[in-house]
């Protein structure tokens, strides 16, 4: 699918069943899509998926690199020799970060602070049991979050500035609350930047 980025159209390129294929196959459609896009004179300035390892593979194939410690967001164009960016989808990588927050029970930042999905656990159940909302919209639905696993709205509320800033407010009540304040603050930047 071409997305327009300076105007205002979409339009199917083609449909490849690519359920079964390699990284190195799915590379080499991509390629050829390209190329065949170059001849209409649209410029393809982006790549957009979701972050499965497959299309993470996929993008080293390319020659680009999803990887911290080397990351290389573009590849060239295999005929113009511009850059083509590699931009893994904001909505499904939100979700993946709650998910794994949830599922894993914890996950560390970049400098070893753990930060815990009980603590989101536990602000819904200390404004369940005194009546308040603390500003968030985290309800039941967002603590038992696999029954509507799709919603990006549910991933976005409980992964919010609201909760951080209701974290820090109850901070007493949670343990490093501010490192947990810190993440879901940057969660809420990206996603609100990524989603514009």
Request: hydrophobic share 40%; aromatic share 8%.
């Given at each position: 699918?071409?997305?327009?980025?300076?105007?205002?159209?979409?339009?199917?390129?083609?449909?490849?069943?690519?359920?079964?294929?390699?990284?190195?196959?799915?590379?080499?459609?991509?390629?050829?899509?390209?190329?065949?896009v170059?001849?209409?004179?649209?410029?393809?300035?982006?790549?957009?998926?979701?972050?499965?390892?497959?299309?993470?593979?996929?993008?080293?194939?390319?020659?680009?690199?999803?990887?911290?410690?080397?990351?290389?967001?573009?590849?060239?164009?295999?005929?113009?020799?511009?850059?083509?960016?590699?931009?893994?989808?904001?909505c499904?990588?939100?979700?993946?970060?709650?998910?794994?927050?949830?599922?894993?029970?914890?996950?560390?930042?970049?400098?070893?602070?753990?930060?815990?999905?009980?603590?989101?656990?536990?602000?819904?159940?200390?404004?369940?049991?005194?009546?308040l909302?603390?500003?968030?919209?985290?309800?039941?639905?967002?603590?038992?979050?696999?029954?509507?696993v799709?919603?990006?709205?549910?991933?976005?509320?409980?992964?919010?500035?609201?909760?951080?800033?209701?974290?820090?407010?109850?901070?007493?009540?949670?343990?490093?609350?501010?490192?947990?304040?810190?993440?879901?603050?940057?969660?809420?930047?990206?996603?609100?930047?990524?989603?514009?």
């Amino acid at each position: 699918m071409l997305n327009c980025v300076n105007g205002n159209w979409k339009v199917p390129i083609g449909y490849f069943l690519i359920n079964g294929l390699t990284a190195q196959e799915r590379a080499n459609i991509i390629q050829e899509c390209l190329k065949n896009v170059h001849e209409t004179g649209i410029e393809v300035v982006s790549l957009t998926f979701d972050g499965t390892s497959t299309n993470l593979s996929t993008a080293q194939y390319l020659g680009a690199s999803i990887n911290a410690s080397n990351l290389v967001t573009s590849f060239k164009h295999p005929i113009s020799g511009n850059d083509v960016h590699i931009i893994l989808d904001p909505c499904h990588m939100i979700k993946l970060v709650r998910n794994t927050l949830a599922s894993k029970g914890s996950i560390f930042d970049s400098q070893g602070r753990i930060i815990k999905w009980d603590y989101i656990e536990s602000l819904h159940e200390f404004q369940k049991e005194e009546g308040l909302l603390a500003a968030t919209k985290v309800r039941t639905r967002h603590i038992q979050w696999k029954r509507e696993v799709m919603k990006v709205k549910l991933a976005t509320q409980v992964l919010s500035a609201s909760v951080a800033d209701a974290l820090l407010y109850l901070a007493k009540e949670f343990l490093n609350s501010k490192v947990v304040k810190q993440q879901l603050n940057l969660y809420n930047v990206l996603t609100t930047f990524l989603m514009s």
